[in-house]
């Protein structure tokens, strides 16, 4: 049985030596929090960027999409573009590759177990295997929501609904991003304070939502860490400031979604009403 989203912060096969939590107001910049509300629904019209757009519906990589736009492949509404942050109304606006309408295919919602060695995008520059590639064919016109880096294992989010990805990935949202952490060293309470507190990293705030020490020696420690954000590599760039090299990082939930007994390398597919259901409860 997957844990509720009540239980984010206690399993109850865990004995938690400490946890800690950010208390509301401690930073004056801090935004209040923002329950959900349900993401609209798929037939409603969206603005993205072209060569965004193309990545979505995984016709190519960003990159190439850019390619692609600049060499006069696309047009929007029978009018030829060749900017690749030209905004698109989508669904909504005819748009061709090739002379070839693109197509919004069936709803999709999936839950993949990401192993580690893998690569979060359609195609690489430096040849290294991508989660698609250990994924069915079917799944190549999916995006993923956010990203988990090679070294990282995980719950890893697909669909082909670019507003209900855009909904979990907004900031705004604070989104709970759930993570078993292994760490070298001794994790003490005041390095865990200090990483609920924060501190400034290459122009931003890195933290945690929530973190509990599960156990530590001197060789290592075991921490559940909640993010709320979907910074670029936060944990590692975290608590590599605080002194602890992570050496293994494991995402467990997404919001009202958990990894359950998904083993690597499979996936679960739900319905995507049933995932805009889950999103529409809130979140605790």
């Not at 009018?79 to 197509?103: F, I, S, Y």
């Not at 709803?107 to 893998?118: A, E, M």
Request: hydrophobic residues 35%.
């Amino acid at each position: 049985m997957q844990p509720s989203p009540q239980l984010l912060f206690h399993h109850p096969a865990v004995y938690c030596q400490a946890m800690f939590r950010k208390p509301p107001g401690t930073r004056k910049d801090a935004p209040a929090p923002i329950r959900p509300t349900p993401p609209v629904d798929h037939d409603s019209a969206k603005r993205v960027t072209l060569d965004r757009l193309l990545s979505k519906l995984g016709i190519a990589s960003r990159s190439q999409a850019q390619e692609w736009i600049r060499a006069g492949r696309v047009r929007i509404n029978q009018r030829l573009v060749r900017q690749p942050d030209t905004w698109v109304a989508w669904p909504g606006d005819a748009v061709t590759l090739d002379d070839q309408p693109l197509q919004q295919g069936a709803p999709r919602f999936i839950l993949f177990h990401k192993p580690k060695g893998l690569v979060t995008t359609h195609a690489d520059e430096k040849s290294r295997r991508t989660i698609f590639d250990v994924l069915p064919p079917e799944f190549t016109r999916l995006h993923a929501v956010g990203r988990l880096d090679q070294a990282t294992s995980g719950l890893l989010l697909l669909t082909n609904d670019t507003a209900v990805s855009s909904f979990l990935t907004d900031p705004k949202r604070r989104i709970p991003r759930r993570y078993l952490v292994t760490v070298r060293g001794e994790v003490r309470d005041d390095t865990a304070h200090a990483a609920i507190e924060g501190l400034e990293d290459q122009g931003e705030h890195l933290h945690c939502a929530a973190l509990t020490i599960q156990k530590r020696s001197g060789r290592e420690s075991h921490l559940d860490v909640t993010l709320t954000e979907g910074k670029n590599r936060e944990i590692r760039r975290l608590f590599k400031a605080l002194g602890h090299e992570v050496t293994r990082l494991r995402r467990i939930q997404y919001g009202p979604f958990s990894l359950g007994d998904l083993e690597p390398g499979t996936w679960r597919e739900i319905p995507l009403d049933a995932a805009k259901a889950l999103l529409a409860k809130g979140l605790p």
